[in-house]
């Protein structure tokens, strides 16, 4: 089983402004729909809500406090914390594959940054006003294993990053 975070950071670490992304960049969003299809996601309440929907085709586990949070969809599962997310999620494993996606928003990344395995970084190379930010990827915790830049519509690196052993 590997653990990994998804998310896209401006070069301040933004990722959120008003419970919604601060850019729109087609090409990041076609990369998370491609690796994250078919896949187990955990996402805290509040990205759950900002998406709006469900995301079809991906197993969608909601962490929240609130005892009576309920979603009525097939492929929608709400835990009461980060750690049954993530043990339920390894139960799924034969339908959704072996790699669990942690897909935000800022305090899900926070309280799960010292147990992911990978990190799939989008960096934006531009600042952004915004509320809420990812943690600091720590060099002595992390290697970056790939980087592929882009100039458009703003200019950004898909980067990717395997926990040191
Ligand atoms: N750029 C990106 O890649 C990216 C990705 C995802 C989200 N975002 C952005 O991030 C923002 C949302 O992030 P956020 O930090 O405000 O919220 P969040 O992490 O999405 O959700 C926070 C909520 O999750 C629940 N929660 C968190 N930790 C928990 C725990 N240990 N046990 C049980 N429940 C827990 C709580 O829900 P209850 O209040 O219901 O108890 C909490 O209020 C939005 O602006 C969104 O657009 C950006």
Known sequence: MTL?????AAENDVIGVNNALPWDIPEDMKFFREKTKGKALIMGRKTFESVGHPLPQRLNVV????KDYTF?????VVKPDLKSAIEYCKTQTSKYGEEIF?????EIFKESMGIVDMIYLTRIHKEYPGDIRYPKVDSKNFEL???????????FSF?????KK
């Open 63 to 66: 962490v929240t406090r609130q």
């Open 4 to 8: 990994s975070h998804i998310v896209a």
């Open 159 to 163: 980067l990717t990053y395997i926990r």
């Open 102 to 106: 942690i897909i935000g928003g800022g």
């Open 145 to 155: 294993v790939e980087q592929r830049d882009r100039e458009e519509p703003v200019a």
């Open 72 to 76: 009525d969809a097939p492929n929608v």
